[in-house]
């Protein structure tokens, strides 16, 4: 069976972490002493049914608020496909944790309280997932029995997000289920109340949709995160370079670069924690040796020689700032890129992105909490990437605050 990696996006309150309870309670995935706990807290805050949300809101301030704060991540199968959920918070001042959890997602369920309809967090959440380059979209019009299943109002609604989303600057494919998750709706089951609809549930769909794995496959890009010498009596002689393949594949014999200092080798042997391989192929963490001794440390990385990354001093990158301070022209931070940590200075704040309008504001640009954009980036030695639309790991990168050690910014590299 394959693979579904789908995170859950939207304004707070729109019923996400609901949403995930129903389809593990109605799917089966649920085991006893869960539901049997969840019973129990639901008693406790006098909830009139069992709050299928404290299944993901683990948080004692989440189940306090009724509210998700932290990524939580679940795991489920069907005889079809298994699947590892994200379910992110909606909070506009957590918004970090929402990136950082549908920043692996191959799909993304975005979600809309029909009484509100679309609203800005539901806007910034969508143009985030559009960033990532998550091509495939379910727009899921949650609390249809709040709104007497009206089919007028969730056609609207759709209608209305579809307007926003061709704006957006890389194309999605949107399907949309009316649901209502706290009954089971169109979860599972096919529900009885809105018979106007005939498309799939929401599981159908996630069973069947068709989704690339978002994995570059053909460019071979090894970050080195290690250097293992154990100068052992057993290894007297042993030299390897520890990592996760970030693209491509290598196999023994292959011709390949080390970056930055050019120098090249030949694999001599793929070593992994189960026995040596042949070949390795992303995503797996292996250890490689080669056939010359090159000076490699973490940081570096091994390449095709055939077909090396782009490298440069100045960039320019699409980012969201997620600090509470203001970004300013001439900023310094670090700037961490796979293995890879340089000081950075911001040498142009280009634009930022409204929101609502999806408008592009040069003047006056000044980044606060939240705000998207673009801007220009020199480093103090060259970094080796690849754009994000490529590769999501050599093309991606945070900033953080050399003073407070707090991450500022997540980046996508586009030229």
Known sequence: MDLLRFSTCGSVDDGKSTLIGRLLYDSKNIFEDQLEAMETSSRKRGDEVVNLALLTDGL?????QGITIDVAYRYFATPRRKFIIADTPGHIQYTRNMVTGASTSQLAIVLIDARKGVIEQTRRHSYIVNLLRIGRVVLAVNKMDLVDFDEVIYRRIVAEYREFAAG????????????????GDNIVDVSDN?????GPTLLEHLESVEVADGIDHEDARFPVQWVIRPQSAEHPDFRGYAGRIAGGRFR???????????FSSVIKSIHTADGDLEEAFVPLSVALTLEDEIDI?????LVSSDNPPQHAQEISAIICWFSEKKLLPRGKYYLRHTTREVQALVTALDYKVNINTLERLEEDVNFSFNDIGRIKIRTSAPLFFDAYGRNRQTGSFILIDAGTNETVAAGMIDG
Not at 171 to 176: D, G, L
Not at 194 to 198: A, C, I, P, V
């Open 60 to 64: 004692k301030a989440e189940r306090e």
């Open 168 to 183: 957006l600057q890389n194309p999605m494919e949107i399907t949309a289920i009316p649901l209502a998750a706290l009954h």
């Open 194 to 198: 809105m018979s106007w609809y005939g």
């Open 252 to 262: 023994r014999g292959d011709r390949v670069t080390a970056l930055p200092s050019g």
């Open 297 to 301: 440390s973490r940081g570096d990385m």
